[in-house]
Every structure is written in C-alpha cells, then in structure tokens.
C-alpha cells in the first residue's frame, strides 16, 4: 500500500523569505498523482499544487514551486516570499490512478509565518 | 468554494446515537469520497461511491455505511458513536474514474462531537 510520510510535523518561517516543506512517499507505481493541500483554520482542504508523474517538469503555482524527485521518492513544496495568509497546515497526498482513485494523506506540516 | 456542499457544519451528539452527514457533489461529478480527520491528524479515506455503486473501502468501520442517490448525493451514516468518532468528516467530488478525474474537489467538512 502507498504511504506519505512528513516528517517536519512544524515549521516556521518569516514574512517574505521562503520555507520547504518535506514529503516522501512509498510506492511500486510508476505513474501517480501527487499533491499539496492547503489547511487554514477554517478547516477547508485547499489544493496548492498538483504534480503527474509522468511530467519531468516541475510544478509552479505563484510563489509555490515543487521539487519532485521521482527516483528518490519525494515531493517537496517551496513557498517563496512567504505570507501571513500562508500559516496553516499542509498535507501532502498520493493518489493512484489504478486503485479506485483514493487519496493518500500524511499527517501534515503546521507552518507559522512570523512578521 | 470548490462547488461540494456539506450539512450539517456542526454536529453535537451523544454516545451510542446515530447520525447522518451529507454531501452533495460538483455539478457534473459522479464520483464521491469520504474521508474522515481526527483532531490535527491527516485525512483518512472511508469510502467511494461512483454513480450509485460502492467502488472502494478504506477504513471505515462497519458501525459506518454510506450511499449515493440517484440525484448523486451521498449520505454518510454513523452509528453506536463513541468518543473516538469525533472527527472532521470530508466530502469531496471528481468527475469520474478515468485519469482525467484525478483532482478531486473537497467540501467544507462536518465537524461531528460526540459527547
């Protein structure tokens, strides 16, 4: 079975500079689904970015960039020029395109933007 | 707001009771999931329901039972609930089961507490 592992369960960083988030995650498949899902306080799961498999290509969102890394297995989120509105948490998520389409969550990074 | 919509927002009950969550998907969605997060714990997937039929389980409990009508909206039925069961219930919606539908869209969620 797939598994997303986030191992920084907190991180923190000022306005404006820019934070990495880490995300690895198990799997035999060759071509998956990966994304970044934004939790503020108000609980409502926001896609950030989405990232194919089979796209060699980096995703780019604004000021969220991934670095995916298919042979190592991660799936890192940078958020450049990092703003108040940014604290929240964050999940990373694996998703198959064989099994059914059922999303694979990890257990999250609380990130605080400090002024 | 991603098109899902959730009912109850908030739900308080007691141990041992029943309840029913429901969700209503994006216009045009066939496909609904149900996901379940414990207070500051990642989404974990219940069930998936693609036009009326049981596509997949994850780790719901037999206590738990789902359906989707013919009009597509979904219901999630929690029974005999237990202090454990107070959780954020997730709804979300895609297209369908091809690769195309790989993004799926989440509703706001249906914070249930069990007293």
């Known amino acids: 079975a797939q598994t997303v592992t986030q191992s920084q369960p907190e991180m923190s960083v000022q306005e404006a500079e820019t934070v990495t988030l880490s995300c690895t995650y198990d799997t035999s498949e060759s071509d998956y689904y990966l994304f970044w899902y934004k939790q503020p306080p108000s609980r409502q799961m926001i896609l950030v970015i989405r990232?194919?498999?089979?796209?060699?290509q980096n995703a780019t969102e604004n000021r969220f960039s991934v670095n995916f890394q298919k042979a190592a297995k991660s799936f890192s989120l940078k958020i450049s020029d990092s703003q108040l509105g940014d604290a929240a948490m964050y999940f990373c998520?694996?998703?198959?395109?064989?099994?059914?389409?059922?999303?694979?969550f990890g257990a999250g990074t609380r990130l605080t933007v400090k002024p | 707001d991603s098109g899902v919509t959730q009912t109850p927002k908030h739900l308080i009950t007691a141990t041992g009771q029943r309840v029913t969550l429901r969700c209503s998907p994006r216009s045009g969605d066939l496909s609904v999931y149900w996901y379940q997060q414990s207070l500051d714990q990642g989404l974990q997937f219940l069930i998936q329901?693609?036009?009326?039929?049981?596509?997949a389980k994850g780790n719901i409990l037999e206590r738990f039972s789902a359906q989707q009508f013919p009009d597509l909206h979904s219901e999630l039925n929690l029974s005999s609930l237990e202090l454990g069961d107070s959780a954020l219930y997730f709804c979300a919606s895609s297209v369908g089961l091809d690769r195309a539908s790989y993004e799926q869209y989440f509703g706001p969620g249906t914070r249930l507490t069990v007293t």
């Open positions: 990232q194919e498999a089979y796209k060699q």
């Open positions: 998520a694996y998703r198959s395109p064989y099994n059914n389409n059922d999303m694979r």
């Open positions: 329901y693609y036009n009326g039929e049981e596509r």
